[in-house]
């Protein structure tokens, strides 16, 4: 009987100690809320207020060249067309410069802990900027701005980070999109909100108090909630750490491994010919997506003849659709993933939509009346709208093609992109000399069409959806010892 009964205890702890496998339906079903979903919906705030410190500017800028436009006992500057599009512009100036160390940054230290710190500074940046603007003028909101650019620089990088560490590849499409679409709602809240504010008795400057608060708290929420990944969470449970973990097929390292897989493989990431495509389509998407980002509210104003708080909740409609077509758009492509298609193929149909559809959109603009503003709103709604398959195109392309360095990817097409943010506006600026010119604006939208189809089609003809050789270590270890080998 003592036999049977230690056989049976035996039995009981072997049973116990069994974990079910990734594949076991009541573990998937029992992880379908989890601790991976409360840091995706971090990361969505975390993009929502950051684009809200970003494009609160594209409506109070308006009113602080001229007050008139919104509430006329407020402070205004007399800024011109080109001062105020200098003004939009100088964010990217210091978004551009630390970008790619940012990616790194994220890459060998702490994802979360860089952005919580990034978004705390930009959120001061922020406040400070209507204080230093009564005192100093212009050159000291640039200053602001600037350094908005350089602290915020870390979003997308650490966000990309995060994400290839939290997201399993079967919810990748869905929990990415997640996370960056609080960019387009970021947008859609801040728009209207911004008009109202700025023809409030508060006027201008409480937009820049109100969203620069809202990010220091949400700095300090990230920075005790977040974490660079599941295995670092302090409440997340065993099961769901092992679900993220197995999807991911990611082990600890330790010594040499370690070192390798911090040595971010640059020769490598810049030969590479998919990731060039991602490069030149990034470029193509900043350069629309900015362009009316930027300049929605000045045509709203100069050709539509809308007052600032109607031209901020008009302008947010487009970013309003492409928020909501961004959750079926990463269905489907899981969807099309789950029943075999390519991951290539899906990116690339995804991205198509999001850049040829717009630029049809917007080659439609120059036969729009122009006595009657309702189809010029639909045309930029669909422009913009159709946008969203960006998301789960070549964005979370980065993490397909290499989960290890995913941030570091994204740090370098998004600097480049940078680039096309900053002359995007100017060149806008230059084209645009009468903001009522029908003519002038429709040159901006036809060299963006342009753009937009250039760009998808490089990416459809050299993009890749596999997982790169250089994305592992020790496929890198190997290639250069036959590399020694065949040179001895």
């Given at each position: 009987m003592?036999?049977i009964?230690?056989?049976?205890?035996a039995?009981?702890?072997?049973?116990?100690?069994?974990?079910?496998t990734?594949?076991?339906?009541?573990?998937?079903?029992s992880?379908?809320?989890?601790?991976?979903?409360?840091?995706?919906l971090?990361?969505?705030?975390?993009?929502t207020i950051?684009?809200?410190?970003?494009v609160?500017m594209?409506?109070?800028?308006?009113?602080m060249?001229?007050?008139s436009?919104?509430n006329?006992?407020?402070?205004?500057?007399?800024w011109?067309?080109?001062?105020k599009?200098l003004?939009l512009?100088?964010?990217?100036w210091?978004?551009a410069?630390?970008?790619?160390?940012s990616?790194?940054i994220?890459s060998?230290?702490?994802?979360?802990?860089?952005?919580a710190?990034?978004?705390?500074?930009?959120g001061v940046?922020?406040?400070?900027?209507?204080?230093?603007?009564?005192?100093?003028?212009l050159a000291?909101?640039?200053?602001?701005r600037?350094?908005?650019?350089?602290?915020?620089a870390?979003?997308l990088?650490?966000?990309q980070?995060?994400?290839?560490?939290?997201?399993?590849?079967?919810?990748?499409?869905?929990?990415?999109?997640?996370?960056?679409a609080g960019?387009?709602f970021?947008?859609?809240?801040?728009?209207?909100?911004?008009?109202?504010?700025?023809?409030?008795?508060?006027g201008?400057p409480s937009?820049?108090?109100?969203?620069g608060?809202?990010?220091i708290?949400?700095?300090?929420?990230?920075?005790?909630?977040?974490?660079?990944?599941p295995?670092?969470?302090?409440?997340?449970?065993?099961e769901?750490?092992?679900?993220?973990?197995?999807s991911?097929?990611t082990t600890?390292?330790?010594g040499d491994?370690?070192?390798?897989k911090?040595q971010?493989p640059?020769?490598?990431?810049f030969?590479?010919?998919?990731?060039?495509?991602?490069i030149?389509v990034?470029c193509?998407q900043?350069?629309?997506?900015?362009?009316l980002?930027?300049?929605?509210?000045s045509?709203m104003?100069?050709?539509?003849?809308?007052?600032?708080?109607?031209?901020?909740g008009?302008s947010?409609?487009?970013y309003l659709?492409?928020?909501?077509l961004?959750?079926p758009?990463?269905w489907?492509?899981?969807?099309?993933l789950?029943k075999?298609?390519s991951?290539?193929?899906v990116?690339k149909?995804?991205?198509?939509?999001?850049?040829?559809?717009?630029?049809?959109a917007?080659a439609?603009?120059?036969?729009?009346?122009?006595d009657?503003?309702t189809?010029?709103i639909i045309?930029?709604?669909?422009?913009?709208?159709?946008?969203?398959?960006?998301?789960c195109?070549?964005q979370?392309?980065?993490?397909d093609?290499?989960?290890?360095?995913?941030?570091t990817?994204m740090?370098?097409?998004?600097c480049?992109?940078t680039i096309?943010?900053?002359?995007a506006p100017?060149i806008?600026?230059?084209?645009?000399?009468?903001e009522?010119?029908v003519?002038?604006w429709?040159?901006?939208?036809y060299?963006?069409?342009?753009?937009?189809?250039?760009?998808n089609?490089?990416?459809?003809?050299f993009?890749k959806?596999?997982?790169?050789w250089w994305?592992?270590p020790e496929?890198?270890l190997?290639?250069?010892?036959?590399?020694?080998?065949t040179?001895?």
């Open positions: 003592t036999a009964r230690k056989e049976d205890d039995d009981v702890v072997e049973k116990t100690s069994r974990r079910p990734v594949t076991s339906p009541i573990l998937q079903q992880c379908i809320f989890g601790i991976r979903h409360l840091q995706a971090l990361l969505f705030l975390g993009m950051g684009y809200s410190l970003r609160g594209s409506v109070a800028v308006v009113p060249a001229n007050a436009t919104a006329p006992i407020i402070e205004d500057f007399d011109t067309k080109k001062e599009d003004v512009s100088s964010f990217f210091g978004y410069i630390t970008q790619v160390p990616g790194y994220a060998v230290w702490s994802g979360q802990k860089l952005l710190i990034g978004m705390l500074l930009c940046f922020k406040v400070l900027t209507p204080i230093v603007a009564h005192q100093w003028g000291a909101v640039l200053v602001c600037v350094g908005m650019g350089l602290t915020q870390c979003l990088p650490c966000i980070t995060l994400l290839s560490k939290w997201a399993p590849p079967s919810e990748r499409a869905r929990l990415g999109t997640f996370a960056y960019a387009q970021g947008t859609v809240v801040t728009m209207p909100i911004a008009g109202v504010l700025a023809a409030s008795n508060a201008w937009i820049f108090y109100i969203f608060a809202l990010a708290i949400w700095s300090i929420v990230f920075l005790y909630f977040g974490a660079d990944s295995s670092e969470h302090r409440s997340i449970s065993q769901e750490k092992s679900y993220i973990e197995d991911l097929k600890k390292t330790t491994d370690v070192e390798q911090m971010t640059w020769k490598e990431i030969t590479s010919v998919p990731m060039w495509a991602l030149i990034h193509g900043n350069w629309g997506y900015w362009t980002l930027t300049e929605i509210p045509y104003t100069g050709v539509l003849n809308f007052k600032v708080e109607a031209s901020g008009f947010a409609l487009p659709m492409m928020w909501i961004s959750f758009m990463s489907l492509s899981d969807f099309a789950k075999g298609a991951r290539g193929a990116r149909i995804s991205n198509s939509v999001a850049h040829w559809g717009p630029a049809i917007l439609c603009m120059g036969v729009v009346p122009t009657d503003y189809w010029a045309i930029l709604i669909i422009a913009v709208g159709l946008n969203a398959g960006s998301l195109g070549f979370i392309n980065h993490i093609l290499s989960p290890n360095f995913a941030g990817m740090s370098i097409t998004n480049a992109a096309t943010s900053i002359i100017l806008c600026g230059v084209i645009v000399s009468d009522s010119s003519y002038q429709n040159i901006v939208f060299v963006s069409a342009i753009i937009y189809f250039l760009g089609l490089v990416f459809v003809i993009g959806g596999e997982m790169q994305n592992d496929e890198r190997k290639r250069k010892g036959d590399k020694e080998e040179q001895t």
